[in-house]
């Protein structure tokens, strides 16, 4: 094929026209071509002619894997279909882990690495292939770089018509010397989209409470602090999406906010708790009453007019994070401190669940399950049905922990399961679980924060980043380990850390399209002109959205060939008359 004939079908693919295209190769380079696709020079990104010829006409992959990927490093992933395009990268078989990554970076895209890495050598590869197959489409996407995402167009176009189903990625390289060398394959299964919706997440850099969609690479700053500089975060997110509920720094009181256009902000007193302490709250299924711990008492308020409704009669020594409700509003999971109070007071707590009745009385702890005495738990989280609780189990402090482990366990009690596929090689720490709904009641995910390594980059010392990770219900009723490989939250920062990020669906009040320059909330996040994409013209061929509607080099008609002298980029190379070329029509 050439790479005229690339063009082609680079733009069939932009197009949204996967099936229309059929299943016949579809064939993109990574870059903007600068010169004539024959010679393989694009930008930065030089494929020599050669390399790339061999990897379209050969299609062998033999022997032993002298290629990993290293993000994603599992051999199967499941993602929903509207996840942003993964940003994928590989290194040779054995090569060292890139070294730790600065603490500073400039841009939530993911870094490059660097032009000599480990495994490169005297015979290192010259020129890749990875190749995305299904039973709707063949894509191939070459680079010379040992990183590349699809383009946004063919990467969604891709999950739409896959859902339901699975696509194989392929990557394969081609050597100086002619020798091709290739990684193990990676199945993605792509379940459905988990639909309009964001992540609200407590970020310890920024700091405060941060919004981040699913389909998108760059967040935004919901709330940041209040008006006399207080730090805002430990934040619960009712079911329904529509409120915010956080601890304030510097007075112990709870504050809601609506994530929707409408509703009245909240502010909740914690009777008992000492100035400076942040107090947890969560709301029940319909936000009409929010749960905290104050001063070890498990408190019960009005979420209108924040009044006491009803109190543990005596202390639970319940640890100081926040209750979550059980999706029937009737009761609480809790974590029960140990006896011994100060630092260690968390140490072999225990899980319960606590009853709750309509008025805000609260009825006696029943005991669900109890930790070793050297360990503590945290973060206890119904999923979505209620049949379940994730919560996380460790040694230590939040700061100082390194060994936190997610769990499962009945809702009713019982032995809990280790969610031990969705840790990194070698083991992460893992922690904050919760849940965002699937597709099916027994297909949710889990969302957690982790310190692993993304591909080459390493979070710094003490910083966490955002995971989610598919679950199959079924295996936890047989008592098998549910969880599966985890996906990185595309969203993020790499400067920044977070903590408990958690799925708020869209309320339909506001339809979420590209935020564009133009005074007006476009992602429907509550703020004006953010990360805004300024409208032009769009550009033909280079795989870029000028004009800031969601797609690539969308209502570009491109030829062939190019026409000679008629001063136009006819081919869409973005080059004018470049030779060999037509003559004009009529000559």
């Known amino acids: 094929m050439s790479g005229l004939q690339r063009t082609a079908t680079m733009v069939c693919a932009f197009a949204g026209a996967l099936m ?31 390399a790339l010829s061999r990897l379209q006409s050969d299609p062998r992959s033999q022997g032993e894997p002298q290629l990993e990927l290293l993000y994603p490093a599992s051999s199967e992933l499941i993602i929903p279909a509207d996840l ?64 590349a995402s699809f383009p946004r167009g063919a990467w969604t176009e891709l999950l739409r018509q896959h859902t339901g189903g699975s696509l194989q990625l392929e990557l394969r390289g081609v050597r100086q010397s002619g020798v091709f060398v290739h990684a193990k394959p990676l199945t993605l299964e792509i379940r459905a989209a988990l639909g309009p919706g964001a992540f609200f997440a407590f970020s310890t850099t920024t700091p405060g409470i941060t919004r981040g969609e699913l389909s998108r690479t760059h967040e935004s700053v919901w709330r940041a602090g209040t008006a006399a500089g207080g730090c805002i975060g430990c934040h619960a997110v009712s079911r329904d999406g529509r409120h915010l509920l956080a601890a304030v720094g510097g007075s112990p009181s709870l504050r809601g906010w609506p994530l929707g256009s409408t509703g009245a902000e909240l502010s909740i007193e914690a009777p008992g708790a000492a100035p400076g302490e942040y107090v947890f709250g969560s ?27 009803g109190q543990s009669p005596a202390p639970l020594r319940a640890a100081m994070q926040a209750p979550d409700w059980a999706p029937d509003g009737r009761a609480l999971v809790v974590v029960l401190q140990g006896e011994k109070p100060g630092p260690d007071a968390a140490k072999g707590g225990s899980l319960a669940r606590v ?109 966490r980043q955002l995971f989610a990770a598919a679950l199959d219900l079924t295996l936890a009723a047989a008592g098998k380990d549910p969880s599966h490989a985890a996906f990185w939250l595309p969203f993020q920062q790499r400067t920044n850390s977070y903590l408990r990020a958690q799925w708020a669906p869209a309320l339909q009040t506001c339809t979420p399209s590209d935020e564009v320059c133009d005074d007006a909330d476009d992602d429907c996040d509550g703020q004006i002109d953010e990360a805004c994409c300024s409208p032009e013209p769009e550009i033909c061929g280079n795989g870029d959205d000028e004009d800031c509607d969601g797609a690539s080099d969308e209502g570009c008609h491109c030829a062939f060939r190019e026409v000679c002298t008629n001063q136009e980029d006819d081919d869409c190379d973005l080059r004018v008359d470049e030779q060999p070329c037509n003559a004009p029509s009529g000559k």
């Open 283 to 309: 709301f029940d299924q319909s936000a009409a009453r929010v749960a905290c711990v104050v001063a070890g008492r498990l408190s019960i308020f009005n979420a209108d007019s924040g009044a006491l409704l």
């Open 355 to 463: 009853a709750v009745a309509l008025d805000g009385s609260v009825a006696e702890p029943e005991l669900l399950w109890t930790a070793p005495k050297d360990e503590s738990l945290w973060w206890p989280s119904y999923e979505p049905d209620g049949a379940w609780i994730a919560f996380e189990k460790r040694k230590g402090m939040p700061r100082e922990a390194r060994d936190a482990k997610l769990f499962l366990i009945r809702a009713s009690g019982g032995e809990p399961i280790e969610l031990s596929e969705l840790r990194d090689k070698p083991m992460s720490a893992t922690s904050a679980p919760s849940f965002v709904r699937g597709e099916l009641p027994e297909r949710p995910y889990v969302v957690f924060s982790s310190r692993r390594p993304v591909g080459s980059f390493m979070p710094a010392e003490g910083q």
């Open 20 to 50: 229309a295209c059929g299943v016949l190769p579809v064939e993109l380079l990574a870059g903007a071509p600068e010169r004539e696709p024959e010679t393989g020079e694009l930008g930065q990104n030089t494929i020599p002619a050669d």
């Open 84 to 147: 942003a395009p993964i940003a994928f990268e590989w290194q040779g078989v054995g090569a060292p882990r890139p070294a730790a990554m600065p603490a500073a970076m400039p841009s939530p895209e993911p870094p490059k690495p660097e032009k000599e890495k480990a495994s490169k050598g005297a015979d290192a590869p010259i020129a890749y292939e990875l190749r995305a197959r299904g039973d709707h489409a063949d894509l191939r996407l070459y680079t010379a770089e040992e990183t």
